[in-house]
């Protein structure tokens, strides 16, 4: 059985709900210069008031602005200090979902995305987690806030030409989140050697009081 997602209408797909835009965005190409990196894991985050693990949970700010649209556009953070990750932006302006692109295959440009990654990474490694796709890629915060779907951004997203099998969609728990982790928004490709692997979020520390 095929995705009931038509491969070809990837703006309508992203402008509907955060969830069924994640797994659509499987199989989909995302291309920066000359790697194009094919999306293996996903995971999903709705907007204001509705996700505790969202970034816009709280509202709007400097950092998120990006994530409240429209659809289809690259919402970018720093993460931890240390790294860049990647997010298109889904649903209705204002609404703030996002899905975070987790990891995927090289597809295009290896020599580059190794050059950037390291001449002994092997290719499974290229993208796998979502720090080292946005490497491999070649994008950083600067890209936040541009278009994937109209040309005029340095990253691109094309629909896979035959759509991905449902029964090769799997789900799951997502990863490094403090809330709402067991909200199974994480989507990924079975047996795919570049998903990312499964790492539950550390509970935190609570310092006693004085």
Do not use: I, K
Not at 38 to 66: F, Q, W
Not at 80 to 92: D, E, I, K, L, S
């Amino acid at each position: 059985m095929r995705s009931p997602v038509p491969a070809g209408d990837l703006a309508a797909v992203l402008a509907g709900p955060v969830d069924v835009a994640a797994r659509a965005l499987l199989g989909c190409v995302v291309t920066a210069g000359d790697v194009a990196v094919r999306l293996t894991e996903v995971e999903a985050y709705a907007g204001v008031g509705a996700d505790p693990a969202s970034h816009a949970h709280r509202g709007r700010t400097p950092r998120n602005a990006a994530m409240f649209g429209p659809p289809g556009r690259l919402y970018v953070y720093f993460s931890y200090g240390m790294h860049w990750c990647g997010n298109v932006v889904t649903g209705p302006p204002g609404e703030a979902a996002a899905v975070l692109l987790r990891a995927g295959a090289v597809v295009a440009g290896h020599g580059t995305a190794r050059r950037r990654r390291g001449v002994r990474v092997p290719d499974r490694d290229l993208a796998r987690g979502p720090a080292r796709l946005m490497v491999a890629l070649g994008l950083d915060g600067a890209a936040t806030d541009t278009s994937v779907l109209d040309g005029c951004g340095p990253a691109s997203l094309t629909a896979p030409a035959d759509p991905v099998e449902v029964a090769a969609v799997r789900s799951g728990p997502r990863v490094g989140v403090g809330s709402a982790q067991q909200t199974p928004w994480r989507f990924w490709l079975a047996d795919e050697p570049t998903v990312s692997a499964y790492r539950r979020a550390a509970p935190r520390q609570r310092t006693a009081r004085r």
